[in-house]
């Protein structure tokens, strides 16, 4: 590693994680991920939507996810659009 590294600096303060050493030798972590997130989403009938994701840890750990999510509408809440009402003064 560079000597730069471990170099105090304002935003991390006297030491940050990367900059400690144990016995002399540097201790710290880096760690990275990229995710490939693919999704897709269909309106059933008003008011129902059903959304699929899939996501897949491209690099860094292992492993995968898949998210199902069905979305309804109340009936009052899509005839009138908008359920916010200006407050009255007492």
Do not use: H
């Not at 006297?14 to 880096?30: E, F, K, M, N």
């Not at 939507?49 to 999510?69: D, I, Q």
């Amino acid at each position: 590693m560079s000597r730069a590294l471990c170099q105090p600096s304002l935003s991390a303060g006297p030491a940050c994680a990367r900059c400690i050493r144990r016995d002399g030798v540097l201790q710290g972590s880096d760690r990275t991920a990229t995710d490939l997130v693919l999704g897709v989403g269909y309106g059933i009938a008003r008011g129902n939507t059903l959304n699929a994701a899939f996501k897949l840890n491209a690099s860094g750990r292992g492993g995968a996810e898949f998210r199902l999510n069905w979305l309804y509408t109340f009936e009052r809440a899509a005839r009138s659009g908008n359920l916010n009402r200006p407050a009255t003064g007492g």
